[in-house]
C-alpha cells in the first residue's frame, strides 16, 4: 500500500510526469537535458529525480561525469505509462547537453 501511495504522489506532480514521458520516450536522459528541455532549474529536477529513485521508477547509471536516468521497469505505473503515450508528442524536443 505504502509503494501505491509513494507512486501517487510522483504522478500527482506535472513536472515529474513530463519528466517521465521525457524518459519514456527517449529512454536515458541526463540531469542537464531535462533541466535545458523542460526550461527548470538543476536543483529542482534533481530534487524530482530523487524522489523518483526512492519510489523506485526510475535507475540510473555513469555515463563519464553525467549520470543517465532511464526508468525502471515497473507494474505499478504501466497502465499510466501507456496513457501518457497518447499525449507523448506534447512534450518539447529534447535539447542534448554537449558530452564531451
Known amino acids: 500500500m505504502e509503494k501505491l501511495v509513494q507512486t501517487a504522489k510522483i504522478l500527482s506532480d506535472i513536472n515529474r510526469v513530463k519528466i517521465l514521458g521525457l524518459m ?6 541526463c ?3 531535462i533541466c ?3 526550461k527548470l532549474s538543476q536543483p529542482l529536477v534533481s530534487r524530482h529525480l530523487k524522489q523518483m529513485r526512492e519510489a523506485d ?3 540510473t547509471s555513469q555515463s563519464g561525469k553525467w549520470v543517465i536516468y532511464k526508468l525502471k521497469p515497473n507494474n505499478t505505473i504501466d ?3 501507456k496513457e501518457l503515450q497518447k499525449s ?7 535539447i542534448s547537453c554537449q558530452k564531451i
Open 36 to 38: 535545458d528541455t523542460l
Open 88 to 94: 507523448i508528442q506534447e512534450l518539447p524536443q529534447i
Open 79 to 81: 497502465c499510466f505509462l
Open 57 to 59: 521508477l526510475v535507475e
Open 24 to 29: 519514456q520516450r527517449e529512454k536515458e536522459l
Open 31 to 33: 540531469v542537464c537535458e
